[in-house]
């Protein structure tokens, strides 16, 4: 049985910060490539961040310089560390797990995988 559970959510202010973090109960998990999606109300899920088990990292405009995306292989653990925190970043955050390589197959990727539960985040003004 397959899981990803994500937890860090929470409520923080504008400015503010918090920490995702996501276990996955895969085998061989530094073969995987991870990532951070989000769904705000009455909006299409949009991707985060991505870390690809091939290594490159990728970061939506919207985050970059203010979302770091990281793993432990070892813990078999995915991370989001959100600094600088706006109102706008309210939705539920999922973490997904995929055997494509993001960087070769941007079209495919997340389809198939494997995904969490989500987490909200709540930002106040």
């Known amino acids: 049985q397959v899981y990803l559970v994500e937890s860090g959510g929470g409520l923080v202010q504008a400015g503010g910060s918090l920490g995702l973090s996501c276990t996955a109960s895969?085998?061989?998990?530094?073969?995987?490539?991870m990532a951070w999606f989000r769904q705000a109300p009455g909006k299409q899920r949009e991707l985060v961040a991505y870390?690809?088990?091939?290594?490159?990292?990728h970061y939506a405009d919207f985050v970059r310089g203010r979302f770091t995306i990281s793993r432990d292989n070892a813990k078999n653990r995915l991370y989001l560390q959100m600094n600088n925190l706006k109102p706008e970043d309210t939705a539920v955050y999922y973490c997904?797990?995929?055997?494509?390589?993001?960087?070769?197959?941007?079209?495919?990727?997340w389809g198939n995988g494997y995904w969490g539960q989500g987490t909200q985040v709540t930002v106040s003004s």
């Open positions: 997904a797990a995929d055997l494509v390589r993001p960087e070769h197959s941007p079209t495919t990727a």
């Open positions: 895969l085998d061989t998990f530094s073969y995987w490539s």
């Open positions: 870390i690809s088990s091939g290594g490159p990292i």
